[in-house]
């Protein structure tokens, strides 16, 4: 009962904050599949958040989200609809909302070596961190099986939601051996996050307030977005379980992670991501 309101309550919230954005604008809103946890959905629903572009997204449960992207010619998500075809991969997604973002917002500088400087973190955290974080995190949570139901099925359709008993075992053991979820590689996993961590701490470690230049860029938004299953932040738009409900072992990891120049950066990010 409890936990339905929960998960009420964030679903409400998640309506409220996309027709709000649907309301602040005139343009058609774009559709955007998801998987709602994932973390490589959450950087593309940031830029339309921060970009203040309109959207509807169409949160699925696995494996029903390949019958949504398999129908526009995708697999994995986020996938994005556009007015003459579908975007599949978040880095595109990201490059062509710039493209409608004003001068002075834009998420890739138009200085072509901070571009390039941007595009090369995007491009590490894309291809480990994300991958890292992602597997450190399922590792200590897919033998919860209540808690994976929550996590999947937030915001989804009643029918994906009602078949999760059905389908999860199945599901689960794919996306173990998909994403390599063993106890070694999730140790790999933490030390891989801790390496690009202490990379970001060296790169804050003169003050400034962003990674590249002086303004924020798709470089923080990917870092802070596919750091999140790490460091928790409250604002996670789709945060759908509380820090103390997560064993102990996992607790104490999260707050070493927070407590890096890297890990309280990825937090002052999402605590200024709404506005
Ligand atoms: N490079 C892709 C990675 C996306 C990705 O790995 N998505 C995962 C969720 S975190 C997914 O949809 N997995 C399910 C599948 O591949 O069927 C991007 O940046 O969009």
């Not at 398999?70 to 697999?75: A, F, L, M, P, T």
């Amino acid at each position: 009962m409890g936990k339905a309101k929960f998960m009420n309550t964030e679903n409400n919230q998640s309506n409220i904050n996309m027709l709000s954005h649907t309301l602040t604008s005139n343009k058609k809103p774009f559709r955007l599949i998801t998987l709602p946890i994932s973390h490589y959905c959450e950087k593309v629903r940031w830029a339309l958040t921060k970009l203040k572009l309109p959207y509807i997204e169409e949160p699925h449960m696995p494996p029903f989200h390949l019958l949504a992207t398999g129908r526009v010619g995708g697999k994995s998500t986020p996938v994005m609809i556009i007015e003459d075809g579908a975007l599949t991969d978040s880095t595109d997604i990201l490059q062509y909302l710039d493209k409608l973002a004003p001068d002075n917002a834009k998420l890739y500088s138009t200085d072509s070596d901070s571009r390039q400087q941007v595009e090369q973190l995007e491009d590490l955290f894309d291809e480990q961190l994300g991958p890292a974080t992602r597997r450190w995190a399922y590792f200590h949570f897919m033998n919860n099986s209540k808690l994976m139901k929550r996590i999947w099925s937030n915001g989804v359709p009643f029918i994906e939601r009602a078949l999760f008993p059905v389908v999860f075992p199945t599901v689960r053991s794919i996306v173990q051996q998909k994403l390599n979820i063993t106890p070694e590689s999730s140790a790999q996993a933490y030390e891989q996050i801790n390496s690009i961590f202490e990379q970001v701490s060296e790169l804050l470690a003169d003050g400034r307030t962003y990674l590249v230049g002086n303004n924020f860029s798709a470089a923080d938004l990917t870092f802070a977005a596919l750091a999140a299953p790490v460091v928790r932040p409250p604002e996670h738009p789709m945060s759908s379980a509380s820090l103390e409900e997560l064993p102990s072992k996992l607790i104490s990891e999260i707050k070493k992670f927070r407590e890096t120049p890297a890990g309280a950066f990825a937090l002052r990010l999402y605590h200024d991501r709404n506005h």
